[in-house]
């Protein structure tokens, strides 16, 4: 799929799929960022947007949302929040 479809997709997922927010809320004392996968589902999850490959989006409200790309950045997104979850 060449990157330019990729970005249209990614773009009309965000503003007809994706509410105002993210909608979870987080826990204390840990930082959650709102991520969309693959599939189109959203998730709050404590791992840092750098530590995988992303697209960032603004939504109107202002809202961040780390759009993942590719199935192997969402398999390590997956693997980094389970360690975080084991340190708690």
Do not use: F, R, W
């Given at each position: 799929m060449e990157?330019?479809?990729?970005k249209l997709f990614v773009l009309w997922v965000l503003f007809l799929l994706l509410?105002?927010?993210?909608?979870?809320?987080p826990l204390q004392g840990?930082?959650?960022h709102c991520y969309m996968?693959?599939?189109?589902?959203?998730v709050s999850?404590?791992?840092?947007?750098?530590?995988?490959?992303?697209?960032?989006?603004?939504?109107?409200?202002?809202t961040a949302v780390h759009v993942i790309v590719g199935e192997e950045e969402q398999d390590k997104l997956f693997a980094l929040q389970g360690i975080l979850d084991e340190e708690d």
């Open positions: 990157l330019k479809s990729v509410p105002s927010a993210c909608g979870l809320t840990m930082n959650h996968l693959l599939e189109g589902q959203k999850l404590g791992v840092h947007p750098d530590a995988v490959i992303t697209e960032d989006y603004s939504l109107p409200d202002g």
